[in-house]
T-cell receptor, first 116, second 116 residues
């Protein structure tokens, strides 16, 4: 069964450092997303991406964040200068455009980011 | 603005009991989608079901059933004859609009513990 793959599973970084979280969405999907979940809290939307551009972003997704689809398979989230409050689980998701499965977002296993 | 409320923070049951997880949503759109996701202790988010706003038929899948009532803006989830493997956090989510690629807004989640 196709799945969304995220790497690494756990990333530890020092405050102020840049991190790149990587995702390989399901191959025939066209819509890509990043969400985050601070420990013990709900899942929050960060950004959606379609046709090589951001289609929507939340207030959390400030200038410190960026997304990119550098090739035909990867989808990345970059945090330029990490803060302590960026510590969270980051989930990548993808969905396709077909009516029968519209907006069903399939999630990866997540990357746990720990900022020290 | 869209909002999802899961008032039950934690539920604890004994195996074989039936349990219902409540979800109440708010939206101004007439077209929207409702979802349930399961987050087991391993942390991934597993898609369970999607309903659209025009289909109020209840759905049953094995031990799982869902009750969608537009009149009360609720989309409740019942597990019949619960098992220890059902222990997880369950999230209800909402996406608005007809277009693909819409963000998911999650509720706070309900931690379900099924004891042997």
């Amino acid at each position: 069964e196709p799945e969304v793959t995220q790497t690494p599973s756990h990333q530890v970084t020092q405050m102020g450092q840049e991190v790149i979280l990587r995702c390989v969405p399901i191959s025939n999907h066209l819509y890509f997303y990043w969400y985050r979940q601070i420990l013990g809290q709900k899942v929050e939307f960060l950004v959606s991406f379609y046709n090589n551009e951001i289609s929507e972003k939340s207030e959390i997704f400030d200038d410190q964040f960026s997304v990119e689809r550098p090739d035909g398979s990867n989808f990345t989230l970059k945090i330029r200068s990490t803060k302590l409050e960026d510590s969270a689980m980051y989930f990548c998701a993808s969905s396709d455009q077909w009516r029968g499965s519209k907006n069903i977002q399939y999630f990866g296993a997540g990357t746990r980011l720990s900022v020290l | 603005a869209q909002k999802v409320t899961q008032a039950q923070t934690e539920i604890s049951v004994v195996e074989k009991e039936d349990v219902t997880l409540d979800c109440v949503y708010e939206t101004r759109d007439t077209t929207y989608y409702l979802f349930w996701y399961k987050q087991p202790p391993s942390g991934e988010l597993v898609f369970l079901i999607r309903r659209n706003s025009f289909d109020e038929q209840n759905e049953i899948s094995g031990r799982y059933s869902w009750n969608f009532q537009k009149s009360t803006s609720s989309f409740n989830f019942t597990i019949t004859a619960s098992q220890v493997v059902d222990s997880a956090v369950y999230f209800c989510a909402l996406s608005e609009g007809e277009t693909s690629g819409s963000r998911l807004t999650f509720g706070e989640g309900t931690q379900l513990t099924v004891n042997p």
